[in-house]
């Protein structure tokens, strides 16, 4: 990552720190900014009289602000570095820090990908509706597969989403595809999302079904992969870091599917379960998981709630129980249920595998709103 290309915003923090006469702050950074954290200390503390304390666990989200164990410290006030506020309250005063990347790819690249994806929206509207009734089987299917899982669709409009680095860009690449005959919109989500265009590995509330395709300015496939899991319509990739265009391939979805599919037909027999609950602000969801407790109880099994900070194979492998259901940051389950040796299913799965919710209805992906 090319760190002088990125605007890290203090100065505005400076500011609050000494208009507050703040004594003791926090900051808090993604694992990707960590290495630069001490410089940011050191230039917080030149600039005011506060000193800095580094929250040093992994960050991987607003929905991850340290809170009640800062205050015991003496914390004043948190500066929470690379997300955007949502919807939660941690108890601590804070202090969010944008980060924006000043790379601007070239649009050229991803053409390819996007008049493909146009023509397959096109043929996926005129489809619509001639959906048949499936039996059992046809319903599994089509459970597993993506292409044919899409959100309620009316348009072929193209969704102009991006990560936060580089939701700057938006609107300028927005004219830049209408001029050469996109009809664009970049599409505005729900209270846990700050900025038109941004998405979250755990929101994608802006998707409309106007929307028949999108176009991600970002790097990685976090966000790709849950959006595509979401909604099932085609998605390219522009990385303003490289420059380079990808599409996110559906048959990636699919094995994704399959390994899902997998752990629900793997639950079927267990009786006893882990329900996860995350302790961090944005991630607790403590109802849904009292829910699954007596879902549970009512097919006669057993769910154990369990708590955790961090959610890892080490913290939670030993109990004897049969499989886990988490309630924390829905991609634990999706993207790394491989690293537990028992099954780790989401919310969702567990009422597909006792029978609450029908295979027909396609897969669903585990939102926090
Ligand atoms: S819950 Fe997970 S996906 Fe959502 S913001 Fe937090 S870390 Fe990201």
Redesign the pocket.
Known sequence: MDLDRHDFELDDLVERIKANDNRLVALQVPEGLKMQALEMMDSIEDKSDAKVILAADPC?????LVHDKMRMMGVELVAHMG?SQ?NIDSGMPTHFIPVTYDGDPELAVALPFLESHHTLALSRLRTVGEKSDLDEGGAKERFLDAVGRVAPLTGTMLGLIGSIQHLHLLEEFKSRLEKIGFDVIIPVGGNRLTFPGQV????YSGDDPSIGHYLFLGSGDFHPI?LVLHTGKPLTMLDPYTGEASEMSFEHIERILRQRFGLIMAVDTATSFGILI?E?P??MRRNLAIRMKRLLQNHGKKGYLLALDHVGPDLIDFYPVDAFVNT?????AIDDSTRYSKPLITPYELEVALGEKQWEHGYQFDE?P
């Open positions: 991987y989200g607003a929905c991850d997300h949502m979250l590995g755990c929101n849950g995350g961090k944005g991630q924390a940051c829905p991609r634990i926090i």
